[in-house]
């Protein structure tokens, strides 16, 4: 069917996960116990009157189903809703917090990346030697660590026992260094790696150990394939058939690994914003279960499946270009 029709046939495909995603959260959150209103009106002193105007204001007082209608007709528009709690619109909020999660995960994915390829290539070609057991050991914590207590480690080591990093917020590169009081871009940029990087290595390492795995394992396989043996049999040097042969091979497991576990990293980024109070969309989406902000939860949440989705088609559609042999329809 070709490249373009399949990414059409794709995206098609993708509208009832989301619409399923919505019903579920939808429901899941309007039936959660608590009442968003009493909850924003904590602490002042109410008659039931107000109670009902505030819920009449924000449809509260209709039933489901013709809220979740009302609801997805206005999403169809390309309105995610007003938050109950802040009073704003949903769609302004995600945008002021997107920016440090999505620095925080495109740092810890870079950080993976650029460890996990290598240590496996290493693992890989001195298997069962010292360096490849270690390398094991090493994914093997990572994986069965979680990131919050990786993070919490991190910070009585590095920021309170030694005091070389800071322990929490983020300086933003894309401010103005006198926001932050500094004397130019180049200390902007050295005090964004020193906040960036106890959380990126936190969130990164689950994503690392899993694609340094991955890597190691590929990476075998594809040196004990035929091609390979042919090669060495023709006297083609060993770091070249490492490079062009046995490497692009093995990365098409690393692309499907790295577009499924965009939603491990973003779920990640909840905890790890926590932890290290960052200001960004895991934040917010935590707040927003506390106060069962219905709006501000369902926006959160279709926009970190929309990105899942997308990452996946995307992931689909990388198999072309990295990988001659997979093709989408039939070649001319």
């Known amino acids: ?18 619409i399923g995603i919505t019903v579920i959260t939808f429901i899941l959150a309007n039936l959660a ?48 809703g007003h938050s109950i709690h802040r009073d704003r619109p949903v769609t302004e909020l995600m945008i002021q917090r997107a920016g440090p999660t999505l620095l925080l995960v495109i740092s810890a994915y870079a950080f993976a990346l650029a460890t996990a390829i290598p240590l496996g290539i290493i693992a890989a070609t001195r298997r069962n030697e010292p360096t490849d057991h270690v390398s094991r050991i090493v994914a093997l914590i990572g994986v069965s660590t979680p990131s919050f207590w990786i993070g919490i480690m991190l910070i009585l080591i590095f920021a309170i026992q030694l005091g070389w990093l800071p322990s929490s917020g983020l300086v933003y590169p894309w401010r103005s260094p006198d926001h932050y009081g500094y004397s130019g871009y180049l200390e902007l940029a050295f005090q964004t790696i020193r906040h960036l990087l106890l959380p990126m290595v936190a969130l990164g390492t689950l994503q690392m150990a899993t694609l340094m795995r991955v890597e190691r394992t ?3 396989e594809s040196l004990q394939g035929e091609y390979v043996k042919l090669a060495r049999a023709y006297g083609v040097p060993e770091r070249t058939i490492l490079r062009k042969h046995a490497f692009q091979v093995a990365q098409l497991p690393i692309i499907t690994i790295v577009g499924l576990n965009l939603s491990t990293a973003l779920g990640g980024a909840v905890l790890i914003e926590y932890v290290f109070n960052i200001n960004g969309m895991g934040r917010l989406f935590l707040e927003a279960i506390q106060s069962l902000d219905y709006q501000l939860i369902m926006g959160i949440t279709i926009v970190i499946g929309a990105m899942f989705v997308i990452g996946v088609i995307i992931t689909d559609i990388s198999y072309a270009y990295i990988d001659p042999r997979v093709t989408y329809g039939d070649r001319d």
């Open 33 to 80: 116990p608590g009442d968003p209103v009493r909850l924003m009106l904590q602490g002042q002193e109410v008659d039931q009157e107000v109670i009902e105007r505030v819920e009449r204001q924000y449809g509260l007082d209709r039933p489901l189903h013709e809220r979740y209608v009302t609801y997805m007709a206005n999403l169809v528009q390309g309105d995610l």
């Open 1 to 18: 069917m070709g490249l373009l029709r399949y990414t059409a046939f794709r995206v098609i495909q993708a509208i009832p996960v989301l």
């Open 218 to 220: 590929q990476m075998i």
